[in-house]
Every structure is written in C-alpha cells, then in structure tokens.
C-alpha cells in the first residue's frame, strides 16, 4: 500500500482556515475520479474563526462536501441555498462553470469534515451546473455503521447522478473491530482515515493519511487498531485514463482552457453570480510564468 501523507493548506484566501491536503501530491494525482481531498478540524470556531469561503468558480469537476461536526451554508450561482450537515452529502456540478461560497454558520461550535472533488470525463466536462443533495440510510453491520453516499457498498447504493463509475463511503468501527467488505476489483481505492488507527493490507494507516490500494482487490479488510471508536472515507473508482490540467479551482485538458477560465471569472458572466453573500468574490491568483502541464494516474 502506498501511504499518502497530509500537507497543511490555507483555504480560501485572506480569511483562510487550515486543510490537510492529501490528493493530489506529486506521486499520485488521482484516485479513480477523485482528484482532491482537503480534511480539516476537528476545530474550535470560536479559535479558528470556523470557515469562510467568498464566491468562486469551478469547471470542469463535481465538488463533495461531507462533515462529521459543525454545519456549512452553500450558495452557488444556480440560485441553490443549501445547508451541508453531517452525515448529509452535497455534490455540486461544476461542468462548464458555476461559482459558490461556503460559511460555517453561528450555531457551529466545532467544524470537521472533508472537502473532495471529483473530475468529469471528457465527454461531460462542459455540461450543465447542477447541485444535488442526499442524506445516506446508515448500515449498521457487526462493530461497523456505513453511509454510503456514492456507489454501492454492501449492499447498499446511493441513488446520486456521477459520471463515471464511483465510490465514497463512511465507515465508523467500533474499538478493535474489524469488517471486511467485497469491493469491484475494477477500481483503486483511497482510505482516508479520520480519527483512529486503521490496519489494512498488513499496513498502518494513522489519522489524516490517505492510504492507496491498487485496482485488482476483491474485498477490503478495515480493523481499528485503537481503544476508541476509528472513522475513516473510502473512496474509489476506476482509474482514470485521461490527463488533466489542474490549477486553482478549475480542472481542464490545457494550459489555454485554464487561461480562459481564469479571465471568464475575472472579466465575464460564464459562473454566474452567488446571492446573500456578504463579501466580495475571490480573485483568481495569478497564473505561473511557464505552461501548465497536464498529469494523471501515476504508473
């Protein structure tokens, strides 16, 4: 198993909050689709001012937002007012070009969760925003619970729209429990563990690293090596044989298109506006001197 360790991240500019960021990294760009993932808290608002992120776009992506503490207002420029919540999913179709914003709101004490994002295949990535919402049945199985909130997992399935084949699931084990779970050996896999010990594949994984498990397996087998109960993301899908050119918030085939992009958020009307926000839209940063390269699944 590849281990994939975190880096600290300011999010979201002046009024940053600190992510740990483990995809991507130079080693491994993505995961299946899945092309990003920011882990943040547990945090005290009251110290760390909770999150505040102004209006700014997205194409070509869908974005994922699960919390395990704490509520999250969105606004995005399809005129979507929506509350992330624990155990409730958020995915947000960037496609062609949307815009939101994101702010812990003031009943929140603690904020805690995940960030992802997941790249559209070429035949998809300029199709129309769209923003879905869904609250996952829990599984309860022997010293496990299981919100499956994209994909199928033991036997349950979440009915949310991807474009390609993909898995995202939270997996709670009790102290010292172990589940094992069949898994499609069409897909790599990414265990991302947020509070506990977790062996897997007679490797370690501590909390906030991102553990890699290539296409190929047929099942999975998660034992929480703590006294305390362990939590941790698994995600999935196949890998994903294009390449991609990734830079701020915007995923897209080319040095160029990124260029666009930049000067659409900047000058024109492509993402739209973000009503009831309090606060001016993020500037896009400048781009680097030298041509964007493309990447994609590590060899």
Known sequence: MEILEPRDVPLGGPRAMTVRRTLPQRSRSLIGAWCFADH????????TG???????????LQTVSWLFSGEIEHRDSLGSHAFVRPGELNLMTGG??????????????VLHGVQLWVVLPEQHRHTAPDFQHHVPEPLHLDGAVLR????TLAGSASPVRTFTPLLGAEVVLSP??????????????GILVDEGRIRTAQTLL???????????ATSLTLTNESDTTARLLLLGGPPFGEEIVMWWNFVARSHDEIAQAREDWMQGDRFGEVRGYDGDPLPAPE?????????????
């Open 40 to 47: 943040y808290g547990p945090d005290d608002v009251a110290d």
């Open 50 to 60: 909770g999150m505040d992120v102004a209006p700014h776009p997205h194409t070509g």
């Open 96 to 109: 062609h070009g949307i815009s939101h914003s994101e702010v812990s709101t003031p009943s929140t004490t």
């Open 148 to 151: 499956v909130f994209l994909g």
């Open 176 to 189: 010292h429990a172990t589940l094992t779970v069949p898994v499609d050996p069409a897909f790599e896999h």
């Open 206 to 216: 501590r909390r906030a690293e991102l553990g890699y498990v290539p296409d190929g």
């Open 287 to 299: 781009l680097p001197h030298v041509p964007l390269k493309p990447r994609g699944r590590a060899r």
